[in-house]
């Protein structure tokens, strides 16, 4: 049986989806390659890292050579690999792009596996494409000052809905409700696990129903909040909404509060609105008996009950820019201001040769009174004698 993923894989620069201004860059990083510089192409599994490298060396009519970094990790096997085909020209190509994937996936008992990559980058007559989820691994500091960085972001649940409609119709399978959709979303911005996941759906079959989504499972994945809101609204799947908070990033008390604030900005229609609330409060009380019986049972009914919201209603299917708890803000807020408060007294005390503690407790009163008696004129950003402060400082001692 042929994978779907290879049968409608991209032939062409212009049919791959989601990533145009990606592919923008690295065309125009191509076409301005000098010497000793690589272009490292990072983002999530899925997104067309590799598919990528493989459709424009195809269509500029290169010679692709490829290594899997992680297989061929140390300084002996990459240069045994890459040294030559990073030197010689082709016979029937235009050009050579030498691809290195999955150079996170070099660890620290892979001896010079880095400093060979840097060594192919520094020498190679052609240019050189590194792959990696994770750029900024410690292992990797090395190799950054000799690669341009371009990130690649999950692609748009818009756009994999779109492309799983289009294999279905190629495919002749008849498709009900909003079973793309949601396949869109549980996907989390991987077109290749949508597609994989979608000809599971159709095996066998020329129709497929919403249903027919309990069968297949939720794969193992942390999805974004951003992609859960849409969810929890939309979905009309009590089903799709449960199996997407179980793999959140966050917790469903946190994902409580970011549904309590963004109810408003997704329904429009008073009643709808209404009915949002009026079983979001229900799921408040089971949040709430969690805490005072201790009895953890009540959170699943918790997410149930907010699971529901997707069936109050339609929403008002414009653009909604999700936006964090107000309460997040002034924790975060909060706890930023009191790592500049601790600066403070680590300041003081040592002025003070004494302790944080100390200077919180017994000398920190009394300089609030001092501070605040002068004029902020007079202060000009700092004290005019002892230990300086400046006026940022300043206000945060005096308005605490």
């Known amino acids: 049986m042929e994978l779907w993923t290879e049968k409608y894989k991209p032939k062409k ?22 010497p000793g510089k690589a272009l490292l192409l990072t983002g999530p599994p899925g997104v067309g890292k590799t598919l990528i490298a493989e459709t424009i060396s195809r269509e500029y009519g290169w010679l692709l050579i490829q290594l899997n970094a992680s297989d061929e990790r140390n300084a002996e096997a990459i240069e045994k690999q890459l040294t030559e085909a990073t030197k010689e020209k082709p016979l029937f190509y235009k050009g050579k792009l030498i691809l290195i994937d999955e150079v996170d996936g070099i660890t620290a008992n892979d001896r010079g596996g880095v400093n060979a990559i840097i060594k192919i980058v520094k020498t190679s007559k052609f240019p050189v494409l590194l792959i990696a989820n994770d750029p900024y691994s410690q292992k990797l500091q090395p190799l950054r000052a000799y690669a ?149 049972r009540f959170k699943m009914y918790m997410s149930e009950m907010m699971a529901g919201i997707s069936l109050v209603g339609e929403s008002s299917h414009h653009f909604v820019k999700y936006v964090p708890p107000d309460r997040f803000s002034i ?42 008696s002068k004029k902020k004129s007079e202060l000009k950003g700092e004290t005019k004698e002892g230990v300086e402060l400046t006026k940022e400082e300043i206000d945060l001692i005096t308005s605490g």
């Open 148 to 296: 341009q960085i371009v990130k690649l972001s999950r692609i748009d649940t818009r756009t994999i809905e779109k492309r799983l409609k289009e294999i279905c119709e190629k495919e002749g399978v008849k498709v009900e409700g909003n079973l793309l959709k949601d396949l869109a979303r549980w996907s989390s911005g991987d077109l290749r696990s949508a597609i994989n996941d979608l000809q599971m759906l159709c095996q066998d079959k020329k129709e497929i129903k919403e249903s027919d989504l309990e069968a297949l499972g939720f794969r193992e994945r942390e999805v974004s909040i951003y992609n859960i809101l849409p969810t929890i609204f939309r979905s009309k799947n009590i089903n799709a909404v449960m199996k997407a908070l179980e793999n959140c990033e966050k917790d469903p008390d946190e994902v409580f509060w970011w549904v309590e604030s963004n109810i408003p900005y997704e329904f429009t229609n008073r009643e709808v609105l209404a009915k949002a609330f009026d079983i979001l409060s229900k799921a408040d009380i089971f949040r709430q008996k969690v805490s005072e019986q201790q009895n953890w």
């Open 331 to 372: 924790l975060s807020k909060l706890k930023s201001q009191r790592a500049k408060m601790a600066e403070i007294y680590e300041k003081l005390a040592r002025y003070t040769h004494s302790n944080e503690k100390v200077v919180k407790n017994y000398y920190l009163p009394y300089i609030k009174v001092m501070l605040s």
């Open 13 to 34: 620069i212009s049919e791959i989806v989601g990533q145009d201004t990606v592919i923008k860059e690295v065309i125009r990083w191509l076409n301005e390659w000098k």
